[in-house]
């Protein structure tokens, strides 16, 4: 039987947020045996602990939401994909503010940490949620679907799709989550310029900017309006009759897009409470329908105890 696993040591790591723009420092420390994740808001009275399980989101629009009694936190799915898959299963994780700090908007930070302290093996054994059956979960809506089938470890194949001429259709799979680090981890986030506006009047992405998103203008617009935008985003004027990728760093693979949704898939699957063995084929997933299985994922399995 494989051992419960913890870090060595802490480490945090610091930058804005995404979504709120503020200066964010998140620690992840060791924890006992049987702990799994909780994230403690240490800059609240009192500290208060949110477990990390699916059933505590409350929201996922443009990231995974957090909610317990009124205390909440979000943007949490790049760290708890860099813990899951890294293996760990127990981990305290403190915050000082309502949302993790974004970094490049990838995982590799979280990873580097983990690498940096090491990993500790306990005394607990650990209890895996297997898969006995098909399990599926359809949005007939917005066309997206995931499906996880019986296997002997955990693996993922993600779909995108989208109606664009520079982000077209792309795949991504991780068959073994210790090729994580080189394979998925460095996958940064993603926006359309035209989903920037709607965005930032949701209150939403007040941290954005080309070091933290790969940013996509597929469909032209006035070059007023795009210097509109580029006022807003606090980056020089492009010409608008230029459509492609825009951000500071290029590309790390030409399907990174797809490669990111399967890291979120990842990170919103941590939050079912258990390590998995089961084969996910997540077709055009989002934050809402990760949850909204992973919360299907957490009745089987207190179903079952």
């Known amino acids: ?31 006992p045996e049987n702990f799994g994740y909780q994230i403690k808001r240490v800059d609240l009275e009192g500290q208060p602990l949110i477990p990390a ?56 930070y979280f990873i580097e940490g983990i690498k940096n302290v090491g990993i500790v093996e306990q005394e607990a054994e650990k209890e895996y949620f297997e898969i006995k059956h098909k399990m599926e979960f359809r949005d007939d809506e917005h066309g997206g679907s995931i499906i996880m089938y019986p296997d002997d470890k ?41 989903e920037i506006e709607p965005l930032l009047n949701a209150g939403l992405i007040k941290g954005g900017d080309l070091d933290n998103a790969i940013v996509i203008y ?16 606090r980056v020089p004027h492009m010409d608008a009759t230029r459509l492609g990728y825009i951000m500071h760093k290029p590309l790390v693979w030409s399907n990174e897009c797809a490669r990111h949704k399967l890291l979120d898939v990842i990170g919103d699957m941590a939050l079912i409470g258990k390590p998995i063995k089961g084969h996910i084929i997540a077709t055009r997933p989002g934050h809402t329908i990760n949850n909204k299985f992973a919360r299907l994922m957490r009745e089987e399995l207190l179903k079952n105890r």
């Open 53 to 108: 399980l699916a059933d505590e989101v409350a929201e996922t629009t443009r990231g995974t939401v957090l909610v317990q009694d009124g205390v909440k936190v979000s943007t949490v799915e790049h760290g708890m994909a860099a813990l899951f898959a890294s293996d760990i299963d127990n981990c305290l994780i403190e915050v000082n503010g309502p949302e993790f700090p974004i970094l490049d908007g990838s995982a590799k």
């Open 1 to 31: 039987m494989s051992k419960q696993k913890t870090l060595k040591d802490k480490f945090s790591l610091s930058s804005k947020g995404l979504h709120t723009g503020l200066d964010l420092t998140v620690t992840f420390c060791p924890a």
């Open 218 to 233: 597929e469909r032209q617009m006035t070059q007023e309006r795009y210097n509109k935008l580029a006022d807003i985003m």
């Open 154 to 194: 955990f693996s993922i194949t993600t779909l995108i799709s989208y109606d664009s001429v520079i982000l077209p259709n792309q795949y991504a799979t991780l068959e073994n989550m210790a090729q994580f680090d080189e394979e998925i981890s460095e996958a940064r986030t993603f926006v359309f310029v035209r």
